[in-house]
């Protein structure tokens, strides 16, 4: 599936979890994609604009407890993995649906229904999402994406992730940490949570240029990730920590038939 406004180009691939892969604006690619996984069923994709549902992050032994309830989720939950429905499809904009399963419920006993609309407006992705609950109790969740940024290893010395915040979670270390600007993304790992970001939108500098991420009130964390000799660096917003189906933190809760509407845009 295509979306398309001027020299913007977006590409979603249904099947694969809703994923969008690609994002380019003229010649410039915004985004990173490993086609061996895209093509992998087997495989987590590592590329693209991954969802991150019912929880973002990994939990503590891939198991959770919750209002009596215990379960076992994998790392960034289900909703990246599973085929979307296409309720929708036009030049510019697509709505893609997920629904509750007997496959979801093994791992996450409430019903749900996901919605997510992807407009493109010019250089701007806009991805609208709902979460409706279904089911007849109250529902937690927590929502992300894990957009991976096309950057070149060789470049990454000159980027610089615009964020004012001081400390942050060294998920390689598993240490407390004092955020330096620049942020160093030539280390064999990044893998840092911003703890006190203070905002909802964050950005990019790169050689090729600025990518802007703005998300709606419940994105309050922010994680960036890179590994060395791969062109990518991600900046990822999150409504949680990981492990918050364990902790509770920054959880959102459905009533039975409530709905909530969160946003992202990427700008370029």
């Not at 697509?94 to 419920?105: E, G, K, P, Y």
């Amino acid at each position: 599936m295509i979306l398309s406004d001027g020299d913007a180009v977006v590409e979603v691939e249904p099947e694969r979890g809703g994923l969008v892969t690609r994002f380019d604006v003229g010649p410039r690619r915004v985004l990173f994609i490993d086609e061996a996984t895209l093509r992998d069923p087997t495989k987590n994709v590592r590329g693209g604009v991954p969802v991150l549902f019912p929880t973002p992050g990994k939990l503590a032994d891939d198991t959770w407890s919750y209002g009596g309830h215990t379960g076992r989720l994998k790392q960034h939950g289900f909703a990246r993995n599973l085929p979307w429905r296409v309720i929708d499809a036009g030049r510019t904009t697509a709505m893609l649906a997920l629904d509750s399963s007997d496959a979801t419920r093994a791992g996450f006993p409430w019903d749900f229904a996901l919605e997510m609309t992807l407009m493109l407006v010019g250089t701007t992705l806009r991805l609208d999402h709902r979460v409706t609950n279904t089911g007849a109790a109250a529902m937690p969740f927590g929502f992300g994406f894990h957009p991976y940024f096309f950057v070149p290893d060789a470049d990454k010395a000159h980027v610089r992730v615009e964020t004012a915040a001081r400390r942050g979670f060294d998920n390689v270390t598993k240490e407390i940490v004092q955020v330096a600007q620049p942020i160093d993304l030539t280390r064999d790992e990044v893998d840092l949570h911003l703890l006190d970001h203070g905002m909802t939108a964050a950005a990019l500098e790169t050689p090729a240029g600025e990518v802007c991420l703005r998300g709606s009130a419940e994105y309050t964390h922010w994680v960036v990730w890179t590994v060395t000799g791969r062109d990518f660096v991600c900046l990822e917003p999150w409504t949680c920590p990981g492990n918050a189906l364990n902790t509770g933190e920054r959880l959102l809760v459905l009533a039975p038939a409530e709905s909530r509407a969160l946003s992202l845009e990427i700008s370029v």
